[in-house]
C-alpha cells in the first residue's frame, strides 16, 4: 500500500508565497509523474501543475509563471512553490503520484487534500 501526505498548507495575504510538499511512502519501485490539483468551493477539480519522471513539466493557464514545481526522487516527494498568491487560487490543494509498485501495475494514487486560503 502507497500513502500520499501532504503539508505546508495555510492562510495567507495576497501577494505572499507557499510551499506545498506532498511525500509518498509503501511499497515503491519508482514514481512516473506527480501532479498538483486543486479543486474550490462550487467548482471542478483541475490541474494545477506536473513533473514527469524525467523533469518536464506542465502548468495550468491560472498560474504560470507563480508556481513552481519540483521532485525530490529520492525521498519520493514533489514541492509547489506557489509566489503571488491570489484570491482565486484559494481551494483543497491535492497531490497524485502515478506509482511503479513492488510486485503490482502501476496505481495512481491522491494524497487527502491540504486548505489553501489567500485573503485579500
Known amino acids: 500500500q502507497v500513502q500520499l501526505v501532504e503539508s505546508g498548507g495555510g492562510l495567507v495575504q495576497t501577494g505572499r508565497s507557499l510551499r506545498l510538499s506532498c511525500a509518498a511512502s509503501g511499497s515503491i519501485y519508482s514514481v512516473n509523474f506527480m501532479e498538483w490539483y486543486r479543486q474550490a468551493p462550487g467548482k471542478q477539480r483541475e490541474l494545477v501543475a506536473g513533473?514527469?519522471?524525467?523533469?518536464?513539466?506542465v502548468y495550468g493557464d491560472s498560474v504560470k509563471g507563480r508556481f513552481k514545481i519540483s521532485r525530490d526522487n529520492a525521498k519520493n516527494t514533489v514541492h509547489l512553490q506557489m509566489n503571488s498568491l491570489k484570491p482565486e487560487d484559494t481551494a483543497v490543494y491535492y497531490c497524485?503520484?502515478?506509482?511503479?509498485?513492488?510486485?503490482?501495475?502501476?496505481?495512481?494514487?491522491w494524497g487527502q487534500g491540504t486548505q489553501v486560503t489567500v485573503s485579500s
Open positions: 497524485r503520484f502515478n506509482v511503479r509498485n513492488i510486485g503490482s501495475a502501476d496505481t495512481t494514487y
Open positions: 513533473v514527469s519522471s524525467g523533469g518536464s513539466t
